[in-house]
Every structure is written in C-alpha cells, then in structure tokens.
Nanobody, 122 residues
C-alpha cells in the first residue's frame, strides 16, 4: 500500500521559512514526477512545484518562483519543499503528490498525501 506522509507545516510569521517533507512508502516512483499542490481556504487545489525523477527538471507556479525550492532524495523516497519569504497568501493546506505523468497537472498524479497546514500570519 502506497503512503505519502507530509510533515513540516505550521504557523509562521510573514517573511519566515518552513521546510516541508514528504516521505513515500510502498513503492518507488522511478520515472515519475513528485510535486506539491496547495489548497487555500475556500479555493481549489493548485499547483505549487514539482520535479522529475532525475531532478533535472523543476517546475514552479509563478506565485512561488524565487521563494520556494523543491528537491528530492530518491534513496529516501522523499521530496522536500523549502519555503522562504512566506506571505499570508501562502496560507493553505499543502499536499504532496507522487506518480505524476505531467508534473504540473493535478489530475496526472496517482498518489496523494493527507496534507499539512501552513499558516502565515501578517
């Protein structure tokens, strides 16, 4: 059974940083993208960032470019999201996704974590 477990969310002041982690178990995702999506209060889930299996290609939503960095450790089957210069509009539940055939497309992912709350206060 595949499981994705996120950690690292929390409450932070604007301008602060958080690092999210997502540990996958049950299978490896050779050749597939892993990524992060988020769902702000009252809004639809949206793409944040993703990267390919090799890590050679990374993708970011315009709203987080230059502030967030995605990385993965394939030996640990884990993907990370370093979030710097956080803004109140980054407040959302952040979801890890794996098995992506198209990195930035939500419906192209087969597996999802349960989400971790990130709250940025002004």
């Amino acid at each position: 059974q595949v499981q994705l477990v996120e950690s690292g969310g929390g409450l932070v002041q604007a301008g602060g940083s958080l690092r999210l982690s997502c540990a996958a178990s049950g299978r490896t995702f050779v050749g597939y993208a892993m990524g992060w999506f988020r769902q702000p209060p009252g809004k639809a889930r949206e793409f944040v960032s993703a990267l390919t299996w090799s890590g050679s290609n990374t993708y970011y939503a315009d709203s987080v470019k230059g502030r967030f960095t995605i990385s993965r450790d394939n030996a640990k089957n884990t993907v990370y999201l370093q979030m710097n210069s956080l803004k109140p509009e980054d407040t959302a539940v952040y979801y890890c996704a794996a098995g992506g055939r198209t990195a930035w497309v939500r419906n192209e992912y087969d597996y999802w974590g349960q989400g971790t709350q990130v709250t940025v206060s002004s």
